[in-house]
């Protein structure tokens, strides 16, 4: 899922029926360690498709770990009217760094190229745009601006910083035929 520089590996086991993400340093001198026990799965087509339902990012400078949790790491027991958390807590492990109200229909948290921010996909009126959270607070920013379509999916250039992303529509046709002989 994600690596660190050198530093450590961050994954999910495959083939176990707990999804908790295991972080271990790549000298192998500690055992797996588990990073959270709160992960939120992302949603029900990732489910559906067996993908993988939890999105654990790693910031591109190797130091923090982004995820999404419960509301007051409430596993269990979701509230409706509270919103899921974003949770940034330091690659080596201990308490949250950062913590965000996490829109309901946003896609999963990326890391922005300068490991300082957040983005997500918000798709509203059904246009999808990307959006910005600073870790150092204050309301997301919205970064793009389309009029139609929706993001599928983004990922920023590690190098130079340009994003890339893949647009389009949904489409579907249904016919029902009754009385068929």
Not at 75 to 91: D, E, H, T, Y
């Amino acid at each position: 899922a994600g690596s660190t520089g050198g530093q450590g590996v961050v994954y999910r086991p495959g083939g176990e029926t707990r999804l908790t993400p295991l972080r271990v340093p790549t000298t192998g001198e500690k055992p797996p360690q588990v990073i959270a026990q709160d992960l939120v799965a992302s949603g029900f087509m990732a489910l559906a498709l067996d993908t993988n339902p939890y999105s654990i990012e790693t910031s591109p400078d190797g130091k923090r770990i982004a995820y999404l949790t419960l509301p007051n790491s409430t596993v269990g027991s979701p509230s409706a009217s509270r919103p899921n958390q974003l949770k940034v807590i330091p690659f080596d492990g201990g308490a949250s760094l950062y913590q965000f109200d996490w829109p309901p229909s946003a896609s999963d948290p990326r890391w922005g190229p300068g490991s300082d921010a957040v983005e997500y996909v918000l798709t509203r009126n059904g246009v999808s745009n990307i959006w910005q959270q600073k870790l150092t607070g204050g309301p997301p920013k919205q970064i793009t601006n389309f009029e139609s379509g929706l993001i599928f999916d983004f990922e920023w250039s590690p190098n130079d910083g340009q994003l890339a992303l893949t647009r389009g529509s949904l489409s579907s046709d249904v016919v029902l035929i009754s009385n068929f002989q």
